[in-house]
Each structure stands twice: as C-alpha cells, then as structure tokens.
C-alpha cells in the first residue's frame, strides 16, 4: 500500500488574499448540501458544531452548503434559509464560531428552480419555475403532477424579482450574518444554469435564444450582488461540463467553451473595470453533481484560467489517486484554490491530514442527506480520536440556534 502523501510543501499550505481576507491556506471546504437544518429552514447548533470542528487549526475558507435567499426560490427539506431574522441570527452564530477559531466563511445562495421538490413547495405554497415549462424527466414531471403541482415558465416581472431577492440575501448575508462571502450558485442545473441550456431554455425573449441572453440573468444576479455588497465579498459556482439535473456538459448543443468563455469572459471584464468578484469556483470534469463522472473522456480545461485571471477555485475529486491532481493544479500558478467536500465530511481535521500526510478516513455516501440527524453528521473523529466517544451524538436531537 502506498504512503499517503504529505502537501505540506505545496502552494496549498502557502497563503493567499482572497476579496479582503488573507486565507492562511488554498484549501476550500466547498458547499455541501446536508440537510441539519430545521423544518423552518433555521440553521441548527449541530451544524454549528460541524463548521466550528473543520474550522479549528484551519485558517482557510468554509462554504457553507446551499442556502435559499428566499422561500420563492424553491425548496428541500430541512436545508437552510437566509431570509428571517431567526435565520440570519442563527447563521451569525455560525459564522462567528469559525471566525473564533481563525478561519473563514461563505455562504452559497442557490434557487432551486425546476429541480425544488413539488410536493414541498406545494404544501408551503411556493410555485416551481423554470426557464421554460419543461421538466427535468417523466419521473419529476410525474412527481409535480402527483403534488398538484404545474411546472411554470418565469415571467420577465419574475426574473427581476430573483434577481432583486439575490442581492437582498447578499445583504444579510455579508452585512448582517457577518460572512465573508456570497457564493452565487450557478452550476448543477440549478435555476441560474437551467437558463444556460438550449435543452432547457427555449425562451424567447431577451433570457433565452442567444448566449448573451441565456447567461443574462446570471450576470444580472452578479451584477445586483456587487452592487449590493462589493465585489470583493462576491463569487459565483459554474459547472460548464456537469452533467446534471437535465444539462449536457460537453455534449451539449452550444460547446461549454462557447457559453461559459462568455460568462467569463464577462467576468473578466468587469474585474479589469474595478469589480473583480473574490473567486470563481468551476467544477472539474471529474464530478458531475455529488458523484464521480462516469465519461472516461479527457477534458482540458486550461482555456478557464486563460479567460478568468482573478482568484480560481477548482474542485472535483481532487483527493482521489494519490491526490496527484492537487499538487499539478495548486503549484501551476499563484492564484488557485482547491476545493474538497466529500473528504471534507468524514475528517474534520482534514487540512491537518493533509499537512501531515495521514490517511483519511473514508467518506459514507448514505449518511450524507441523513435529514435532521447527526449521525453521519457529528459522529466523526479526528485523527487520534476514539469514534466510539461520538457513537451517542447519533441520536442527539437537532435544535435551532436562535
């Protein structure tokens, strides 16, 4: 069996100024959806836990898991909301707990769109939207239909009011919660990236048809946020080879180098303009969603790097084969993060693993969506530590922070 190998020499342990903060390190728990919130959508003190465990002796960046600006923006079950003062109260809480401990925070917005679950949105009232009236297969035309639910095109008033609530959740987030940063998430076939599908989008007005209208509403949304909070508290997620949740990645219509060198490219600009955001995260090829892509295909991804010249973050199974992948990617240049996620939640003290060069302890698939329950949650030990100590935490109730 091969040693692990240590990344202590790497530009991963060099410091970096990302927006107005100085990360002691370029590793980035990326968002990770995992369901401990409360049935209101408020934040819990399990998942104060979580954040404040992979916080200590990090000294880099947290992203929160996607979080709702607003209950129009879709729903799932027992994920977290940005929008009542309880909400913002009880992600302050959060924040100021990784901040006790030297490290820093992000909070990712997202709207569901088409992929929200209709019968949630259903018993709370909440419409699903999309782009265009098309699902993302029979199984969730079948579920909507089962929920009384009738899937909607946005209309134009619509689209102005996401982008509105956006920058308003930006707000609470940066000015309120105290976060660092405002990720816009605009990867996954989510609502932001189900505009930038020909399969999905078949508008006809100036959000559909064109490159330049389909990626309007993401830049709106960066441009709103920026407006709202400065650029430098701003970022974005892209997918632009995911496939997932109805998008093609490379096999789509438009190539991914046409549409999202323009979303970049556009990026780019603003940042030579003085509004350059903080990062933009892209998702590797490797991944597609939360699992490893099945295409055996070899993607090169350098042209993102060529049209965006600020802070990249790049994540996708980046500790997979004897992390090879990180080394050749963080020491190419000066200005790259590296994101993780899965890894990020069976090892709390993952940055010291890392440093260190000791073997991780495997992730566990079916406790990642474990709804409101902390096994799978809390129950993972540091290096050193005896996980039968955490056995009990299994069964400790969830209760909201504020």
């Not at 129009?72 to 809480?93: D, H, N, R």
């Not at 639910?149 to 209309?155: D, F, I, M, P, W």
């Not at 020491?331 to 003290?349: A, E, M, Q, W």
Request: with cysteine; charged share 25%.
């Amino acid at each position: 069996m091969s040693q692990t190998p240590s990344l202590a020499n790497t530009n991963l342990f060099k410091p970096i100024k990302v927006g107005q903060v100085e990360l002691k390190n370029r590793l980035v728990y990326a968002p990770t959806t995992r369901y401990r919130a409360t049935d209101e959508f408020v934040p819990t003190d399990s998942m104060l836990k979580y954040y404040e465990q992979r916080a200590e002796n990090n000294g880099g960046l947290l992203i929160a898991e996607a979080t709702f600006p607003d209950y129009s923006f879709g729903l799932y079950e027992k994920a977290p909301m940005i929008k009542t003062p309880q909400q913002v109260a009880s992600w302050k809480k959060i924040i100021e707990a990784v901040h006790n401990k030297g490290s820093y925070f992000g909070i990712q917005l997202w709207h569901l769109g088409r992929a929200a679950d209709p019968k949630l949105n259903k018993a709370l009232g909440v419409p699903l939207v999309a782009p265009s009236a098309l699902h993302i297969d029979e199984t969730a035309e079948n579920a909507a239909k089962e929920a009384g639910v009738e899937l909607k095109a946005l209309t134009i008033a619509e689209i102005e009011n996401v982008v509105k609530e956006f920058a308003a959740a930006a707000k609470r987030a940066i000015h309120e919660a105290k976060a660092d940063f405002i990720e816009i998430h605009g990867a996954h076939g989510y609502l932001l990236d189900q505009f930038n599908h020909v399969n999905i989008n078949k508008r006809t007005d100036k959000y559909g048809g064109s490159i330049e209208n389909r990626a309007r509403i993401t830049l709106e949304v960066v441009d709103a946020c920026i407006e709202a909070v400065g650029a430098e508290h701003v970022a974005i997620r892209l997918s632009p080879y995911a496939k997932f949740q109805g998008a093609k990645g490379v096999d789509s219509e438009i190539h991914p180098i046409a549409h999202w060198g323009y979303i970049l490219s556009e990026l780019e600009r603003r940042g030579k303009e003085g509004k350059r955001l903080a990062y933009v995260s892209v998702v590797e090829p490797r991944v597609s969603g939360s699992e490893d892509s099945r295409d055996t295909r070899k993607f090169d991804v350098s042209w993102i790097g060529e049209v965006w010249k600020g802070v990249l973050l790049r994540s996708g199974a980046y500790l997979n084969e004897n992390y090879k992948y990180i080394s050749a990617d963080v020491d190419k240049d000066d200005r790259t993060l590296i994101g993780v996620s899965r890894y990020y939640t069976s090892n709390p003290d993952l940055v010291e693993r890392l440093q260190k060069g000791i073997p991780l302890t495997p992730y566990d698939r079916s406790k990642f969506y474990k709804r409101g329950s902390n096994d799978g949650y809390l129950t993972w030990a540091k290096h050193g530590e005896d996980p039968e100590k955490l056995k009990d935490l299994a069964d400790v109730p969830l209760k909201p922070l504020a």
